[in-house]
């Protein structure tokens, strides 16, 4: 009887072991089998759409200066040259190694009015015949690139931005209204940048950035003797695959100092002393030299 009891005991330990993993493994193939019909959990992915602060804060952006703000304007001044160079922030290594970057560098200086003349021939004398008079016309505009301009933006960007000569946006403001044909007013445009460039006052240089690795850049900016007193703008603009990304600004000051600059606030804040005083100059002058030449002769 004890061995009976012993044997019913095992074969009812081992028949609630076998319910068990039957119960176990009906709940797994629940779970891993859902029945038709039953939605099973949505599982979720980390998005790969990036965020728009990330992307901005990834975006390229220009880091650039001047190797001088301020230009002291003297008697004995000839021209200098101004460094422009920077660096392409977040510049991306597949782009920078293909040369897919192009930097524009512009500087700017102050408007002013300016009146372009036409001469024609007449009974054998050349004589002014027409006169259009432009206003806002910079004083000094150097633009240097790192290659031709239409290769760098399309025509639309570059006037969005006053890129180039025959984007300057000069207003004729006298002379127009005489009847003068669209063709003529481009010919009077033509002619301005061209007595300017004469001067060196406009200056373009096509391959004048230069890229020293990756993503530094510099240019040599020339400022003539002749240019004109003023606060010139400086620009750098930056474009990728004729894109503008972004635009870097900034200020030049050419400041007289000196004589130099005694003699222009005398000259236009006192007008009237300064023509008493050169007149005395003049004839101080003009007695001096009699007195010298005099006792020469003798």
């Known amino acids: 009887m004890a061995d009976i009891a012993v044997y019913t005991s095992q074969r009812l330990l081992f028949g609630l072991s076998l319910l068990a993993f039957a119960v176990s493994l009906a709940a797994g193939r629940a779970i891993a089998d859902p029945k038709p019909g039953i939605a099973s959990p949505p599982v979720q992915t980390e998005s790969a759409t990036l965020d728009p602060a990330v992307a901005a804060a990834n975006a390229e952006e220009i880091e650039a200066d001047v190797s001088t703000r301020s230009v002291a304007i003297t008697s004995s001044f000839t021209g200098i040259e101004i460094i422009v160079f920077g660096a392409i922030a977040n510049a991306q290594p597949e782009i920078a190694d293909a040369g897919d970057y192009d ?52 025509p639309f960007t570059l006037r969005q931005n006053d890129i180039g000569f025959e984007r300057i946006r000069m207003r004729p ?53 002749n240019v004109p007193v003023g606060p010139l703008k400086a620009r750098v603009h930056l474009f990728r695959q004729g894109v503008l990304l972004d635009t870097f600004n900034t200020v030049v000051k050419l400041e007289r100092q000196g004589l ?21 100059m003049a004839v101080c002058a003009g007695l001096l030299a009699s007195a010298i030449v005099a006792r020469v002769r003798r």
């Open 103 to 154: 930097i524009v560098v512009i500087l700017e200086g102050a408007s002013e009015r300016h009146i372009t003349r036409k001469k024609n021939r007449i009974a054998g004398i050349w004589v002014n015949t027409q006169a259009i008079t432009f206003d806002d016309v910079p004083s000094y505009y150097a633009i240097y690139s790192t290659k031709p301009l239409d290769e760098i933006a399309d």
């Open 173 to 225: 403001v006298k002379g127009w209204e005489t009847g003068i044909t669209a063709g003529g007013l481009a010919d009077f445009r033509e002619a301005l940048v061209r007595l300017k460039r004469d001067e060196r006052r406009y200056i373009q240089d096509e391959y004048g950035v230069n890229f020293v690795g990756r993503s530094l850049f510099r240019a040599t900016v020339d400022l003539p003797a």
């Open 260 to 280: 130099e600059r005694v003699l222009y606030v005398f000259a236009f804040d006192y007008p009237l002393l300064y023509g008493l005083f050169a007149v005395l």
